[in-house]
């Protein structure tokens, strides 16, 4: 397709994306058929020459095109043609390891509580690695991949069911059924610790400080009573051309 394909050419890749493979897309259908948009629009733009396609794409098609087999309920989407959709059904013989990718920030949750759905009824997992990763991708860039041992979860109950050729599901994964990256090790605060204020220097008894910044000389005893007597004289004594 073209850097911007016209409404036709698009209609008909998300009919057959939503009415016959949407597990090649790694999208899962609920009951009646739907996906939401922005999801829908994600995997769309992970194809080549699709990069370009926004709901306004997808509005210009319902708009401009008579039969292009879409229906929409305000953010969801599917097609008319739903008879060659994947039937969900019990996995028989699942494989062994199944593949799926949770946030970063809640890894460390997953670790300890299990992979629990998000944004959709069951977890979904794939036997692709690489389709597990682009779905990932589509909410975290940095999302972490798990590897989950299915016949381990098998023995804690849990039970999977397929949904298309590469996708499972599950309605939870418990701890220890799953392996992924160690965490990143803490580094230790190597932040000093705040000081408490110094307190104030002691003064002996009878001791005192000279303040340096001060230019006025300390008083002598006396100083002030013989300027007052000085003053008293030469007030007193008259010079000798008025006596």
């Given at each position: 397709?073209?850097q911007?394909g016209?409404p036709k050419?698009?209609a008909?890749f ?11 897309f790694?999208l899962?259908t ?6 939401k948009?922005?999801?829908?629009i994600?995997a769309t733009?992970?194809?080549e020459?699709?990069k370009?396609?926004?709901?306004s ?6 708009i401009t ?10 953010n969801l989407i599917?097609?008319q ?12 013989d699942?494989p062994k390891?199944?593949y799926t990718?949770?946030?970063k920030k809640?890894?460390?949750?997953v670790?300890d509580?299990?992979i629990?759905p998000t944004?959709f009824?069951?977890?979904?997992l794939s036997s692709?690695?690489d ?6 991708r ?8 798990l ?11 849990v ?6 050729a ?9 701890p220890g059924?799953?392996s992924?990256p160690?965490?990143p090790k803490?580094l230790?605060?190597?932040?000093k ?7 104030p ?8 400080f000279?303040?340096l ?10 100083a002030?009573?013989?300027k007052?007597d000085?003053?008293h004289k ?5 010079p000798?051309?008025?006596r």
């Amino acid at each position: 397709m073209s850097q911007k394909g016209s409404p036709k050419q698009l209609a008909k890749f998300l009919n057959y994306a939503l009415g016959r493979r949407p597990d090649e897309f790694g999208l899962v259908t609920d009951k009646e058929g739907f996906v939401k948009i922005k999801e829908l629009i994600k995997a769309t733009n992970e194809e080549e020459g699709l990069k370009y396609v926004r709901r306004s794409h997808i509005d210009e098609i319902m708009i401009t095109l008579p039969n292009h087999g879409l229906e929409i309920a305000e953010n969801l989407i599917r097609t008319q043609n739903r008879e060659h959709l994947p039937k969900r059904t019990f996995a028989l013989d699942p494989p062994k390891l199944l593949y799926t990718c949770v946030r970063k920030k809640a890894y460390p949750y997953v670790l300890d509580k299990g992979i629990k759905p998000t944004g959709f009824s069951k977890v979904i997992l794939s036997s692709h690695r690489d389709l597990a990763e682009r779905m990932g991708r589509r909410s975290d860039h940095s999302a972490v991949l798990l590897t989950v041992q299915v016949n381990r979860s098998e023995e804690k109950g849990v039970v999977f069911f397929q949904a298309g050729a590469p996708l499972f599901l599950a309605d939870f994964i418990p701890p220890g059924c799953f392996s992924g990256p160690p965490l990143p090790k803490e580094l230790p605060d190597t932040r000093k610790a705040d000081k408490p204020p110094k307190e104030p220097a002691k003064m002996p008894a009878g001791s005192f400080f000279l303040d340096l910044n001060k230019t006025e000389r300390p008083a002598t005893p006396g100083a002030s009573q013989k300027k007052r007597d000085k003053k008293h004289k030469q007030r007193r004594e008259r010079p000798p051309w008025r006596r």
